[in-house]
């Protein structure tokens, strides 16, 4: 048993086509400089925190998958 969350990614460019299918990829792999590991699923970024995980810790997860975002999707 375990737990886990998903945020479907719909990115668009500045000119409002699709982002590119590896978006999932670049703030999965941006996260990891704001502090977690998340794992993509195409444009689907999967989360798969302890069960241990406090509050503080949820809040510090959220925090970086929003900041990662903001890298990739400025």
């Known amino acids: 048993e375990g737990r886990y ?3 479907k990614l719909h990115a668009q460019n500045a ?3 699709p982002a590119a299918s590896h978006a999932g990829h670049d703030v999965a792999m941006a996260t990891r400089k704001h502090g977690a590991i998340t794992r993509p699923l195409g444009n689907t970024l999967v ?3 302890a ?3 406090s509050l503080e810790q949820a809040d510090r ?3 970086a998958v929003q ?3 903001r890298d990739v999707f400025p």
Request: charged share 5%; net charge negative; hydrophobic share 45%.
């Open 67 to 69: 900041s990662a975002i």
């Open 5 to 7: 969350s998903n945020t």
């Open 51 to 53: 069960l241990t995980l």
């Open 47 to 49: 989360l798969n925190p």
């Open 15 to 17: 000119d409002g086509t």
């Open 61 to 63: 997860l959220v925090l």
